[in-house]
């Protein structure tokens, strides 16, 4: 059907249009008499091609605004040729040869422009109808004759041609006298006005020469006007036929004679047609012109005429078959739709019987189908069962994992005690055991948060709400972070208008909640801060629990975030699992109420728990018999794990500074604090917890190497790497990455970022410590092979394409301020664009010398070439290698080659 409906529509289309082709004419002359007829020409003979679109500007006379309406044209439109009349040859001059110089080509009608660049002249030889014209009066006036010439517009190229041209043929004929010249400007207003400021010299004038018809109209009108008896005979020059034109002004015998000028429209167009033919046409085409006068007119004005009367009847012929067209696309668009309805019927006709085959097939396939569901829903019921046992397994497999996890803690936990409290341990043991101790409690808390997550996940998690006094349960709670707030430098406050609030809650579930939100607020509070719990009675007959700090906030953005599972903020001071918010809001649904935050970022944080009064709320299987609480010592145990700050010993920093330096940057305080002891007993150490601190420091402090975690607030370890190995200031450095990303892909990309070595989480501290000297010494090494290469004036081999820049430039500057005495090191930091410590330290890194030593090693050696080749003074060696004192020179010198210059020149 489709195919039958394409070769329908096919059949009844129109044939392919023709490329269409674009034309533009562009003059500045105003549309007189003889513009009219030129454009008139133009436009009949373009009816006659319906594949040329014509574009048409007219200037009028300014030819400024000429060029503007070309260079517009140029850029908004597709120009195939350009036909352009100027007003004037040398202002239009350059947009010429820019659009011949595009591949345009350029038709120049009437006038030339003063460069050779462009495709074609038309136009009748103004010189020669000058000639014509003075022959012209040769032949007509025998006796003394004077005459007075009306040129065109000054500069134009048709006035000079025409006016030199006139000149050369009255040399023939030494009886006529050209007695004065004015210009007409080509209009009859301005050469009645210069003709009339001249009329003294009319009185002798036999004969005016006018440039053109309308010019020579406006001489008639001046000496009508000033000597009415005295026929004085003007010759005009385009003879235009029709009304108004120079064969009407020769019929009524205002002019004499008038010179035929083609008006070169017709020509132009065909012109452009054989261009776009790629038909070969000549540079210039000269058009021959003929007087017309009292002999010759009235057959000019018949042939005009018959002209005209043959130009309507085409007129009227292209209108009826535009007509005709016209009648045959609406014909042609009823035909498709008769064609298309028709297709359009089959179609559906088609389908409506195909349709009625394939129900009757679907209601045999129905009956099948519905006995097939029948069986499934039966299999459904069965997986369902299946699946419950393994819903049951896996809760039991995941209980019984928990409290395989729970038992080697344990064990881990009560030693560790037993040695903090009875064992006699350095500062150091102290230390460690606390380290182990802390992080010991975070994974058993992370632990007890996955076990209760899972069993309120699978519905396993039941409530055992007793009536208790929220007031004071929350009170002992509060109280017992108190000792943990003060070390932290946060004050902690308790408030409740009321002593006794009675609510059923679940002792052992509801403690996870307020431990973990008063946890988190004294860990996100900044220094000196506080912490507010507050408890007491909402207006809606609930009771309320807020938890309030002024630390570092959230941004709004994240705040419908923050319950959700595994979430953590964006650039958190404090890296936490993602889970405890998440249960905590869990637990409070269980008690079948809420809880909700509120928060400004760096200003203040607001959780606010609401629960129900009564028990109304609670099913028989959410309330216990028993209403004893449960002893919270392990869980504050396990939940001030987190606010335990472990204390470094300082005095590292008033001992003696270290050769090398190390940055280390890593968000987790206590891995951070960690490997700051361990590195100081070597290096000078930096830390930064942050992406943007990090980089901060690499720039500040020049470090000899960087060790840095991948996971990172604000710039991960990755982009890190890239930002320093990209910089030519820090390309040297080496770089270690430390991270838990432990798979081939992750360790391939860290090295793809241009990492020295890739180190994965967990790793031993001698490990690392041997991969940080092995780089150091290799980069001693790289030290020595350029500082060696220093004298020389071949580069070093650099393996980093940044630090061979850097020598490069280095090497350039120095070598061109050799014989600058005045040359400083500000002059290099200036021309690299770097601080005087940034390249002291860069030059140190990588030439291990200072940057004086370099630029004297550099001038000495320059001195050493020249007194070996060259045959100079020791002082003019002394000046051009940028010394001001000879004997200093000398000195130098001698100190590094163990001889004078002058010695040096004699051996």
Same mark, same amino acid.
């Given at each position: 059907?489709?195919?039958?409906?394409?070769?329908?529509?096919?059949?009844?289309?129109?044939?392919?249009?023709?490329?269409?082709?674009?034309?533009?004419?562009?003059?500045?002359?105003?549309?007189?008499?003889?513009?009219?007829?030129?454009?008139?020409?133009?436009?009949?003979?373009?009816?006659?091609?319906?594949?040329?679109?014509?574009?048409?500007?007219?200037?009028?006379?300014?030819?400024?605004?000429?060029?503007?309406?070309?260079?517009?044209?140029?850029?908004?439109?597709?120009?195939?040729?350009?036909?352009? @009349?100027?007003?004037?040859?040398?202002?239009?001059?350059?947009?010429?040869?820019?659009?011949?110089?595009?591949?345009?080509?350029?038709?120049?009608?009437?006038?030339?422009?003063?460069?050779?660049?462009?495709?074609?002249?038309?136009?009748?030889?103004?010189?020669?109808?000058? &000639?014509?014209?003075?022959?012209?009066?040769?032949?007509?006036?025998?006796?003394?004759?004077?005459?007075?010439?009306?040129?065109?517009?000054?500069? @134009?190229?048709?006035?000079?041609?025409?006016?030199?041209?006139?000149?050369?043929?009255?040399?023939?004929?030494?009886?006529?006298?050209?007695?004065?010249?004015?210009?007409?400007?080509?209009?009859?207003?301005?050469?009645?006005?210069?003709?009339?400021?001249?009329?003294?010299?009319?009185?002798?004038?036999?004969?005016?020469?006018?440039?053109?018809?309308?010019?020579?109209?406006?001489?008639?009108?001046?000496?009508?006007?000033?000597?009415?008896?005295?026929?004085?005979?003007?010759?005009?020059?385009?003879?235009?036929?029709?009304?108004?034109?120079?064969?009407?002004?020769?019929?009524?015998?205002?002019?004499?004679?008038?010179?035929?000028?083609?008006?070169?429209?017709?020509?132009?167009?065909?012109?452009?047609?054989?261009?776009?033919?790629?038909?070969?046409?000549?540079?210039?085409?000269?058009?021959?012109?003929?007087?017309?006068?009292?002999?010759?007119?009235?057959?000019?004005?018949?042939?005009?005429?018959?002209?005209?009367?043959?130009?309507?009847?085409?007129?009227?012929?292209?209108?009826?078959?535009?007509?005709?067209?016209?009648?045959?696309?609406?014909?042609?668009?009823?035909?498709?739709?008769?064609?298309?309805?028709?297709?359009?019927?089959?179609?559906?006709?088609?389908?409506?019987?195909?349709?009625?085959?394939?129900?009757?097939?679907?209601?045999?396939?129905?009956?099948?189908?519905?006995?097939?569901?029948?069986?499934?829903?039966?299999?459904?019921?069965?997986?369902?069962?299946?699946?419950?046992?393994?819903?049951?397994?896996?809760?039991?497999?995941?209980?019984?994992?928990?409290?395989?996890?729970?038992?080697?803690?344990?064990?881990?936990? =009560?030693?560790?005690?037993?040695?903090?409290? $009875?064992?006699?341990?350095?500062?150091?043991?102290?230390?460690?055991?606390?380290?182990?101790?802390?992080?010991?409690?975070?994974?058993?808390?992370?632990?007890?948060?996955?076990?209760?997550?899972?069993?309120?996940?699978?519905?396993?998690?039941?409530?055992?709400?007793?009536?208790?006094?929220?007031?004071?349960?929350?009170?002992?709670?509060?109280?017992?972070?108190?000792?943990?707030?003060? &070390?932290?430098?946060?004050?902690?406050?308790?408030? @409740?208008?009321?002593? @006794?609030? &009675?609510?059923?809650?679940?002792?052992?579930?509801?403690?996870?909640?307020?431990?973990?939100?008063?946890?988190?607020?004294?860990?996100?509070?900044?220094?000196?801060?506080?912490?507010?719990?507050?408890?007491?009675?909402?207006?809606?007959?609930?009771?309320?629990?807020?938890?309030?700090?002024?630390?570092?906030?959230?941004?709004?953005?994240?705040?419908?975030?923050?319950?959700?599972?595994?979430?953590?903020?964006?650039?958190?001071?404090?890296?936490?699992?993602?889970?405890?918010?998440?249960?905590?809001?869990?637990?409070?649904?269980?008690?079948?109420?809420?809880?909700?935050?509120?928060?400004?970022?760096?200003?203040?944080?607001?959780?606010?728990?609401?629960?129900?009064?009564?028990?109304?709320?609670?099913?028989?299987?959410?309330?216990?018999?028993?209403?004893?609480?449960?002893?919270?010592?392990?869980?504050?145990?396990?939940?001030?794990?987190?606010?335990?700050?472990?204390?470094?010993?300082?005095?590292?920093?008033?001992?003696?500074?270290?050769?090398?330096?190390?940055?280390?940057?890593?968000?987790?305080? /206590?891995?951070?604090?960690?490997?700051?002891?361990?590195?100081?007993?070597?290096?000078?150490?930096?830390?930064?917890?942050?992406?943007?601190?990090?980089?901060?420091?690499?720039?500040?402090?020049?470090?000899?190497?960087?060790?840095?975690?991948?996971?990172?607030?604000?710039?991960?370890?990755?982009?890190?790497?890239?930002?320093?190995?990209?910089?030519?200031?820090?390309?040297?450095?080496?770089?270690?990455?430390?991270?838990?990303?432990?798979?081939?892909?992750?360790?391939?990309?860290?090295?793809?970022?241009?990492?020295?070595?890739?180190?994965?989480?967990?790793?031993?501290?001698?490990?690392?410590?041997?991969?940080?000297?092995?780089?150091?010494?290799? $980069?001693?090494?790289? &030290?020595?092979?350029?500082?060696?290469?220093?004298?020389?004036?071949?580069?070093?081999?650099?393996?980093?394409?940044? /630090?061979?820049?850097?020598?490069?430039?280095?090497?350039?500057?120095?070598?061109?301020?050799?014989?600058?005495?005045?040359?400083?090191?500000?002059?290099?930091?200036?021309?690299?664009?770097?601080?005087?410590?940034?390249?002291?330290?860069?030059?140190?890194?990588?030439?291990?010398?200072?940057?004086?030593?370099?630029?004297?090693? $550099?001038?000495?050696?320059?001195?050493?070439?020249?007194?070996?080749?060259?045959?100079?003074?020791?002082?003019?060696?002394?000046?051009?290698?940028?010394? =001001?004192?000879?004997?200093?020179?000398?000195?130098?010198?001698?100190?590094?080659?163990?001889?004078?210059?002058?010695?040096?020149?004699?051996?």
């Amino acid at each position: 059907m489709c195919c039958l409906l394409a070769v329908l529509l096919y059949g009844c289309a129109s044939p392919t249009d023709k490329q269409i082709h674009t034309i533009y004419f562009s003059q500045c002359t105003g549309l007189d008499l003889w513009r009219q007829k030129m454009l008139a020409e133009m436009r009949t003979e373009l009816s006659l091609h319906s594949d040329l679109e014509f574009l048409y500007t007219d200037a009028r006379g300014d030819s400024r605004l000429q060029v503007q309406q070309i260079s517009r044209m140029l850029l908004e439109k597709k120009i195939d040729v350009l036909i352009i @009349s100027p007003n004037e040859a040398h202002p239009l001059t350059p947009i010429v040869e820019e659009a011949y110089n595009k591949g345009i080509p350029v038709i120049t009608i009437d006038r030339k422009t003063s460069s050779p660049l462009y495709t074609t002249f038309i136009g009748a030889d103004n010189y020669e109808m000058g &000639k014509m014209a003075a022959r012209y009066l040769g032949s007509v006036f025998h006796g003394k004759t004077n005459v007075l010439e009306v040129m065109g517009l000054a500069g @134009s190229s048709p006035t000079i041609e025409r006016a030199n041209g006139f000149s050369a043929g009255l040399a023939d004929f030494p009886n006529i006298h050209l007695k004065d010249r004015l210009y007409g400007d080509w209009l009859k207003t301005t050469a009645e006005a210069r003709l009339e400021a001249d009329s003294a010299e009319l009185k002798d004038i036999d004969v005016i020469f006018a440039h053109n018809d309308n010019m020579g109209y406006g001489a008639r009108m001046v000496l009508d006007k000033l000597e009415p008896g005295k026929h004085t005979r003007i010759i005009g020059m385009d003879a235009l036929p029709g009304h108004g034109g120079g064969m009407e002004m020769v019929s009524d015998h205002v002019l004499n004679a008038s010179l035929v000028y083609p008006t070169l429209g017709k020509e132009a167009i065909l012109t452009a047609i054989r261009i776009l033919n790629k038909e070969t046409v000549p540079k210039e085409n000269i058009l021959k012109s003929f007087v017309v006068d009292s002999n010759n007119v009235q057959l000019m004005k018949m042939q005009y005429n018959k002209i005209v009367s043959q130009q309507n009847d085409i007129e009227k012929q292209q209108q009826l078959l535009a007509e005709q067209r016209s009648v045959y696309r609406s014909q042609q668009i009823v035909l498709n739709i008769i064609v298309i309805s028709l297709v359009l019927a089959l179609v559906f006709g088609g389908l409506a019987f195909f349709s009625l085959k394939e129900n009757r097939k679907i209601n045999k396939s129905l009956e099948a189908k519905n006995s097939e569901i029948q069986d499934q829903r039966n299999q459904l019921i069965e997986i369902s069962a299946k699946a419950a046992e393994a819903t049951e397994a896996r809760l039991n497999f995941f209980t019984n994992v928990s409290h395989e996890f729970r038992t080697p803690l344990t064990l881990m936990l =009560s030693p560790l005690s037993d040695m903090l409290s $009875r064992e006699k341990l350095s500062a150091t043991g102290i230390r460690n055991t606390k380290l182990i101790q802390q992080n010991t409690y975070r994974l058993l808390k992370l632990v007890n948060q996955l076990i209760d997550y899972r069993k309120i996940e699978i519905d396993k998690q039941r409530l055992k709400a007793t009536e208790n006094n929220l007031v004071s349960y929350v009170q002992d709670i509060t109280n017992s972070f108190t000792a943990h707030a003060k &070390k932290n430098n946060v004050h902690l406050y308790f408030s @409740s208008p009321q002593s @006794s609030i &009675k609510v059923w809650f679940d002792t052992e579930l509801l403690d996870k909640v307020i431990f973990n939100l008063i946890s988190n607020a004294i860990k996100f509070s900044r220094e000196d801060g506080h912490v507010t719990v507050t408890v007491g009675m909402s207006n809606d007959n609930q009771v309320f629990v807020k938890v309030e700090d002024n630390g570092v906030g959230i941004y709004e953005k994240e705040i419908p975030l923050v319950f959700d599972q595994f979430y953590q903020a964006d650039n958190a001071p404090v890296i936490g699992s993602g889970i405890g918010l998440s249960l905590a809001r869990e637990i409070i649904r269980l008690h079948h109420g809420t809880i909700e935050v509120k928060s400004q970022k760096w200003k203040s944080t607001t959780f606010t728990i609401l629960l129900p009064i009564g028990d109304q709320h609670l099913g028989s299987v959410e309330k216990a018999q028993d209403s004893s609480m449960q002893d919270s010592h392990q869980q504050l145990d396990i939940y001030q794990g987190d606010l335990e700050k472990i204390s470094y010993d300082e005095g590292a920093a008033f001992t003696a500074p270290k050769e090398l330096s190390v940055l280390l940057i890593e968000d987790n305080t /206590d891995l951070l604090d960690y490997l700051k002891e361990q590195f100081s007993a070597h290096f000078e150490v930096f830390t930064a917890s942050n992406g943007n601190d990090g980089l901060s420091q690499a720039y500040e402090k020049l470090p000899d190497l960087i060790i840095s975690d991948v996971v990172l607030p604000n710039q991960s370890g990755k982009e890190i790497t890239r930002i320093l190995k990209s910089d030519f200031r820090t390309s040297h450095i080496p770089i270690i990455l430390l991270t838990a990303q432990t798979s081939i892909e992750q360790q391939i990309s860290g090295l793809n970022a241009m990492a020295d070595l890739y180190i994965t989480k967990p790793f031993h501290f001698h490990y690392l410590l041997a991969g940080v000297n092995t780089l150091l010494k290799n $980069r001693i090494l790289l &030290k020595n092979h350029y500082s060696s290469e220093i004298p020389q004036n071949e580069k070093p081999p650099v393996a980093r394409s940044l /630090d061979k820049k850097f020598l490069s430039d280095l090497a350039g500057i120095v070598e061109q301020n050799l014989g600058n005495e005045q040359f400083s090191i500000e002059d290099i930091c200036k021309l690299i664009g770097i601080s005087r410590m940034q390249l002291y330290r860069k030059t140190k890194a990588l030439l291990d010398c200072s940057v004086s030593d370099y630029i004297l090693a $550099r001038r000495l050696r320059k001195a050493q070439y020249l007194l070996k080749n060259e045959d100079l003074s020791i002082s003019e060696v002394t000046y051009m290698v940028g010394f =001001s004192n000879p004997n200093y020179f000398s000195t130098v010198f001698k100190s590094k080659y163990g001889c004078t210059p002058s010695e040096y020149r004699r051996s």
